[in-house]
DNA sequence: TAGATTGTTAATCGATTAACAATC
DNA sequence: TAGATTGTTAATCGATTAACAATC
């Protein structure tokens, strides 16, 4: 499986809420939109949208704007919500028990097949109906049952060897909660980052009495 | 209190990274360190990491390169690590429960004084420390104890009544792992945003065998 | 002093916005 | 046909990188 490259980041990482906002729409009954009304409503530039819109292909049509519904099934398509992707889930305290309620309340082409933690105290208990496996059975639930995505719950220390036991059984691609740097240590898979410390620290940042800033004017 | 225009996000959304790889080098007994060494432990440039340093004023020194600790701690002052921004988490489900547990767990500047839910089921419930309160509580608890930041781990629901109230209340920023556009509604504060179904799906998009990318060539 | 590495400015690159011809 | 709004190219803006003088 290949990279992408043609598409930029900051197109990709709009997707998802384009996405939102059309179903929020549809749901609505709005069948019909044009990129300025999109663009007011989510306080972005109409010549974006369509700039966006169109790295995928003509989604409008010239004097009538956009159709919601079909819009909405287009960017569904490309970021492959209808697909059901395998996917393991490590680590089931309280961040990878919110984490698989997410994955399943949500219509994003990811299902749980499995989930793993080290505490043997809770193997066997049921999470959204999948019950939690010991950390020692992951490598043989892999080669059993192929999944491809994984979903890292679990500190950074042993990720290392981890992660390179699981792309070696075929896992490629990781919703990674940890602060191991997998994208760099495994530039052939795909990665995708939720460093809930560092955003805590952005809004830190924002709120702190900038020593710089008050000495400056 | 006024927003800081002069240090662009991207700068900023780096600083949580430059601090924990600080920490990291500090740990280790690393005294010294080059832009040049730091930057291909990072995947960054040395020109990038110069660049950012400089925003803030000069932190290092010229042929010899930056003092971890000292460098270390200046960042920690730009982050504001060291004071203690009184803090409610709303929302005690499992999401909320990891995020008093990161928070918690975490030198970042964040003190939780109080943690709200409307199931009354689980008021009463001991998180850190802290009880869990009914929701309605949360206007006298505000009032009495003046906290400045919310964390907001519900639905998007009753978000916008949750919000206006708040504010009035005093709080400034929030972290927001709900799906809400607070920065839209109230522009005045400060908000980071964690929106975990738009990460996920970000995943999805890369993984996804998109039907644009294979017709073309 | 010579070597190293920063601080800072200029050049490049990429993303956003503006403009307008195409066309429904 | 006239009006509206897209698709697309060109202009602008901002962020990253390169270069080098300053200086430890």
């Given at each position: 499986m290949d990279k992408k490259a043609d598409i930029s980041i900051s197109v990709i990482k709009r997707l998802p809420r384009y996405y939102r906002f059309l179903l929020h729409l549809k749901e609505n009954g709005i069948v019909r939109i044009s990129s300025k009304e999109l663009a007011d409503k989510m306080g972005l530039t109409a010549s974006q949208i369509r700039h966006d819109f169109n790295c995928f292909g003509g989604f409008g049509q010239q004097g009538y704007g956009y159709n919601v519904p079909e819009l909405y099934g287009k960017i569904g398509e490309i970021l492959g919500v209808s697909t059901e992707r395998k996917t393991i889930v490590i680590g089931a305290g309280n961040l990878g028990k919110a984490v698989c309620n997410k994955i399943s309340a949500t219509n994003s082409g990811f299902k749980i097949i499995g989930i793993f933690d080290k505490n043997e105290a809770i193997c066997g208990n049921m999470i959204k109906g999948i019950p939690v496996r010991s950390i020692d059975y992951i490598e043989n639930f892999c080669i059993d049952n192929k999944p491809v995505c994984a979903v890292v719950c679990i500190p950074?220390?042993?990720?290392k060897e981890l992660t390179d036991i699981l792309i070696k059984l075929g896992i490629n691609s990781f919703w990674n909660f940890?602060?191991?740097?997998i994208a760099m240590a495994h530039p052939e898979v795909f990665v995708e980052n939720v460093h809930l410390t560092d955003s805590l620290m952005t809004l830190g940042y924002l709120t702190a009495e900038n020593p710089k800033n008050s000495m400056e004017d």
């Amino acid at each position: 499986m290949d990279k992408k490259a043609d598409i930029s980041i900051s197109v990709i990482k709009r997707l998802p809420r384009y996405y939102r906002f059309l179903l929020h729409l549809k749901e609505n009954g709005i069948v019909r939109i044009s990129s300025k009304e999109l663009a007011d409503k989510m306080g972005l530039t109409a010549s974006q949208i369509r700039h966006d819109f169109n790295c995928f292909g003509g989604f409008g049509q010239q004097g009538y704007g956009y159709n919601v519904p079909e819009l909405y099934g287009k960017i569904g398509e490309i970021l492959g919500v209808s697909t059901e992707r395998k996917t393991i889930v490590i680590g089931a305290g309280n961040l990878g028990k919110a984490v698989c309620n997410k994955i399943s309340a949500t219509n994003s082409g990811f299902k749980i097949i499995g989930i793993f933690d080290k505490n043997e105290a809770i193997c066997g208990n049921m999470i959204k109906g999948i019950p939690v496996r010991s950390i020692d059975y992951i490598e043989n639930f892999c080669i059993d049952n192929k999944p491809v995505c994984a979903v890292v719950c679990i500190p950074s220390n042993d990720m290392k060897e981890l992660t390179d036991i699981l792309i070696k059984l075929g896992i490629n691609s990781f919703w990674n909660f940890s602060n191991y740097d997998i994208a760099m240590a495994h530039p052939e898979v795909f990665v995708e980052n939720v460093h809930l410390t560092d955003s805590l620290m952005t809004l830190g940042y924002l709120t702190a009495e900038n020593p710089k800033n008050s000495m400056e004017d």
